[in-house]
């Protein structure tokens, strides 16, 4: 009897495996279409309101996103998160939450992209990375589970406009180890843990 069980349990778990892959498929394209239609708001400046829940992405959505860490960065799930994650990992929850905030403050802002992968690889192509992870020649899959899915969890808040703006408007920051030139043409906005923000002196972004 207990062998019946056993083979019972087991093909039921074979047969489960393909449906609940298709399930978080299905819940990955959600999240996906939501993130597509939520960055196209932000770069229009539509509204500073939190979206409507009904079209807001939710923490199960977003959890399905690359969960391996090592989906191409096509979407704005993905670019958003593993920017928070390779920017901020191993620092506070508030380094990255304003991490996430330079990159939806440009979203759309003149002189920079209008979508979240646009403005995450702005700079690839002659060298100059905005992001500096984005250039190192490293490989940019996930290395640790927990730090990545708070980096999605706090990306799916910049989304949907539930994340408070801890940066006052900045465009620009730097690890406070550092001293770049560039910065002595910028306002200090914020010093949050273990960065320091800045936005251009009433001139446009460069």
Sequence with gaps: MRHNWIATCVALIVLAGPAFAADQQQTQKVAEDKAEVLEQK?????SPAPVPKSEAITQPEVQAVDPAGKAPLDDAITCLARSIYWEAKGKDAADMEAVANVVMNRLGHEGFPDTVCGVVKQGSETKSCQFSWWCDGRADSVQEEVPYALAK??????????????????????????KPTWAKEYTNTANIGLFKFYKPQGGDAK
């Design 42 to 46: 932000a770069a229009d400046n539509s």
């Design 153 to 178: 969890e706090i990306a799916r808040k910049a989304l949907n406009k539930q994340l408070p703006d801890r940066t006052k408007g900045a465009l620009y920051f730097h690890d406070r180890t550092v």
